[in-house]
C-alpha cells in the first residue's frame, strides 16, 4: 500500500503541481470508512486503477459512481466518497486555471463535475489508461502520467500570462487577495477580471480566496490537532472564530470540530498512510 506525492517533470510543473498516488486495502470483512470530502480548491485528473469510488452529495443525499478516469472542477459542495475494500488510483492534481489553459475548458462547465475523459480527450486517453492498469511498479505511474502530459503541454498554442497565474496566487495567499488590486493590475475592469477568472477557475475570484482561506484552516487543524481554534482562524485570515464555523458550516456542512472528528476516521488516516494532508 501507498500514500505518496510525486513532483511532475519539470515541462508540466506550470500545469501541474504534484501527482498523488495511493493504493488501500481493507479485509473484504471489513468496510472501508466513508471519506469526508468538503468543497476545496481543486481542479484534476483522477485515474482509477483499481475498484470504484461512489460520491454521495450530502446536501442532497445523490450517489454516483465516478468515472474510471475523469476530468474535474471545484466541487460545489460536500460530499462523502465511499471506497471498496481495494483502492489505487493517481491523481493528478492541476494549479488554479489549468486545465483551462491545457484544454480550453471554461471551467464553470465542470463546476461540481466529474466527466468522463474520453469524452473531452478522446481515444487517445485508453492508451494512457492501459499503461497505467499494466504498471508493475508504482514508480512507473507518474512516469507514464509525465510522458502523457509532456505531449499535451508542447501542443499549447498560447503561453502563460500574468492573469492565468493569478488563481494560484490567491491559493497560496487568499487573505491578501484584493479584488480592486488584481483586476487593475490585470489592466481589466472589475467584470472583466471576474468574467475572466471564472471561466478560468469556475467561480468567482472573491468566492475562490473564501473557498481557499476555509480549505487552508481546514488542513492547518488537520494536520496541526494540537493548535485551537481560534489561532487557526487568527492564523488563517479570518476576523473571528464566528466566521471561521460560518465557512465550515458552509463548506463542510457541519462544524470545525465535527469535520476534524469525521477526517480522523478518513481511509487512508485509519492505514496510516498519511503523512500529510491528503485529498482524493
Given amino acids: ?74 466541487p460545489a459542495t460536500r460530499q462523502n466518497l465511499h471506497l471498496p475494500s481495494e483502492y489505487m488510483m493517481v491523481h493528478v492534481r492541476f494549479h488554479p486555471g489549468a486545465i483551462h489553459k491545457l484544454l480550453r475548458i471554461p471551467m464553470y462547465e465542470l463546476l461540481h463535475q466529474y466527466v468522463e475523459a ?79 477568472f471564472e471561466r478560468q477557475v469556475g467561480v468567482t475570484p472573491k468566492y475562490f480566496a473564501r473557498i481557499c482561506r476555509f480549505y487552508q484552516a481546514y488542513e492547518l487543524k488537520d494536520t496541526r490537532q494540537d493548535l485551537d481554534w481560534l489561532s487557526i482562524a487568527v492564523n488563517t485570515g479570518y476576523t473571528d472564530y464566528q466566521h471561521l464555523v460560518k465557512d465550515f458550516k458552509r463548506f463542510a456542512g457541519v462544524t470545525p470540530n465535527r469535520l476534524i472528528q469525521e477526517s480522523n476516521l478518513n481511509p487512508e488516516r485509519r492505514l496510516q498512510l498519511n503523512p500529510e494532508f491528503v485529498g482524493l
Fill in 118 to 196: 474520453q469524452a473531452i480527450l478522446g481515444r487517445e486517453i485508453d492508451d494512457v489508461e492501459d499503461q497505467l492498469v499494466n504498471a508493475t511498479t508504482y514508480d512507473e505511474l507518474p512516469r507514464i502520467l509525465d510522458r502523457y502530459f509532456t505531449k499535451k503541454v508542447a501542443r499549447v498554442k498560447f503561453g502563460f500570462e500574468p492573469m492565468d497565474r493569478i488563481g494560484s496566487l490567491i491559493l497560496a495567499n487568499p487573505q491578501g487577495f484584493s479584488l480592486s488590486k488584481t483586476a487593475n493590475d490585470a489592466c481589466l475592469s472589475f467584470r472583466q477580471f471576474e468574467k475572466r
Fill in 1 to 74: 500500500m501507498i500514500c505518496q506525492r510525486i513532483p511532475p517533470a519539470p515541462p508540466i510543473r506550470q500545469y501541474i503541481k504534484e501527482y498523488l498516488v495511493l493504493h488501500m486495502k481493507f479485509g473484504k470483512d471489513i468496510p472501508a470508512p466513508t471519506k469526508a470530502y468538503p468543497v476545496n480548491p481543486e481542479e484534476g485528473m483522477t485515474f482509477v486503477i483499481r475498484g470504484i469510488k461512489t460520491a454521495e452529495t450530502v446536501e442532497t443525499g445523490e450517489c454516483k459512481v465516478r468515472p474510471r478516469t475523469s476530468i474535474f472542477g471545484m
